[in-house]
């Protein structure tokens, strides 16, 4: 069994806080004997992509300092850690970027989030380059991680590629939640969207998945918009889609769960998807769209 | 709003009683203004692929009979009708089919199910070649259906290429049962995964989504597994996955739902995940594995 960590967090307002308190949650994780610890979206600071400003790219000089932070936290907690970082990689280009560091501290891989969205508050494509390093699972001490971020959760594809890759676990570090003007019943059924989807591809690729939302509500400092309302509700599930652990709406939380990264293996054998692909029909994913 | 009914039936152990009490649930669809009808997976008859039998090909032999068959009765009702036939190509050579026939009576298109299933209890590679018309949506005067058969529920590829063309629902005429031995919670697991697999479907592509399966329990009458408890739950879900109606686990059942074929365009607007799909790195999608 793999013990795993979702430390699902409310923005503190200020970058030395929330990686005081990320810290703490890490330590208090790894005295709970979990091996793998996921975080969220953005973890170290707000989530600033509710308005377009180039003063914000500012944010993203700091990455190398970052990674050799975190690194220094795997390596001294000996944990396999998946952070979401600010990645500058030359002056005018820029990725949202998942970090995996091994539990000496050294980087087991990188992934740069490769479906970029953009919508009223979500004005992603201004800051990051879609990824260019494609779907490709980071081999870890506690196995091969389909690290994707966000946005990708929406789509089968990056979820299948990474299965067909060898990955035993699909991780989702993201950032989603509601506009407080939405009405109930729609916000119920984004939230149920959401996981729906995300179990959806637990099944059909037969993988567990896990998945760590901000939570809490940040305001938009445009005043465009109000604000957001992060969801929480991390959660991870099986190859079945079945719910191992699941977090609160509102609240601060560090989720274990114990997920079992054999029963893949017996899940495929009952429901072997994988053996009728038909590849020789498919083409037309790689189409924008087939007029 | 299009008016759907979705026809979950037991079988009757005969195909004379099977046709006369669909026809009897079809007319009584219309009288309650059903435009839509859709039926289960094989509806004629048993699910017979519990066992293999050359004697059973017997059952495709009337294909173009069923065809006029269900033709007169979408006609005599004037209803878009989704069938699902055993087609006999030529000898030797079988499809699992589904006809939709138009209104009028003519024959709309038809779908020969692509992805073909083989467990204990489900030996369908023994009698159909999987389909060669690949996944092509079907004009029909209520909308573009998107129909796809069973096993083809599991695949998202199948959904996401008939919603890339045109699809406005998808549509899956199926039979899936639990065998009596399993535990409860493995059938919970089993009947959740499949409902969730289906409206993640609905929620990647912004569709919305039809499931009609059969009910109640099917000896195999070789003897070799007791036989299927066909769970039924036929359902219908919105773009956002969202239930719009959904049946017994152990009854028949006419389930009515009234589908928004026009809020596809607004959830796409919200969440536009065709827009920002990754053609450009889904290559892999074309491949068995990615060794």
């Not at 989530?47 to 500012?58: A, I, K, N, P, R």
């Not at 087991?108 to 699972?137: C, N, Q, S, V, W």
């Not at 109000?226 to 079945?240: D, L, M, N």
């Amino acid at each position: 069994m793999l013990k795993t960590a979702l430390i699902q967090q409310k923005y503190r307002g200020d970058k030395a806080l929330m990686r005081a308190s990320t810290v703490q949650k890490i330590a208090e994780a790894k005295k709970k004997r979990a091996k793998l610890i996921v975080l969220q979206e953005l973890h170290q600071g707000p989530y600033f992509c509710q308005h377009e400003s180039v003063d914000l790219f500012d944010l993203a000089e700091s990455f190398e300092d970052d990674v050799a932070f975190w690194s220094g936290v795997a390596k001294e907690n000996g944990v396999v850690l998946v952070t979401s970082l600010f990645e500058k990689r030359a002056p005018g280009l820029y990725h949202n970027t998942a970090v995996v560091f091994e539990k000496d501290g050294s980087v087991a891989g990188k992934y740069r989030k490769m479906h970029i969205p953009d919508d009223p508050g979500f004005y992603e494509k201004f800051y990051f380059t879609p990824g260019d390093l494609g779907f490709e699972p980071i081999e870890t001490s506690v196995g091969r991680l389909g690290v994707l971020v966000c946005w990708d959760q929406w789509y089968p594809e990056a979820a299948r590629i990474m299965a067909l890759k060898g990955a035993q676990i699909l991780i989702y570090p993201t950032a989603i939640g509601w506009f407080e003007g939405d009405p109930e019943e729609e916000k119920t059924r984004q939230q149920d969207a959401w996981m729906t989807v995300q179990r959806g591809h637990a099944v059909a690729n037969g993988l567990p998945l896990v998945s760590v939302n901000r939570v809490g509500f940040e305001k938009d400092f445009s005043e465009a918009l109000e604000g957001i309302r992060f969801w929480g509700r991390s959660f991870a599930c099986g190859p079945q889609g079945e719910i191992l652990a699941e977090a609160s709406t509102d609240e601060e939380e560090i989720l274990y769960c114990d997920i079992d990264l054999k029963r893949s293996e017996e899940v495929r054998r009952w429901w072997p998807f994988l053996r009728d692909r038909r590849i020789d029909a498919y083409e037309g994913l790689l189409k924008r769209f087939i007029d």
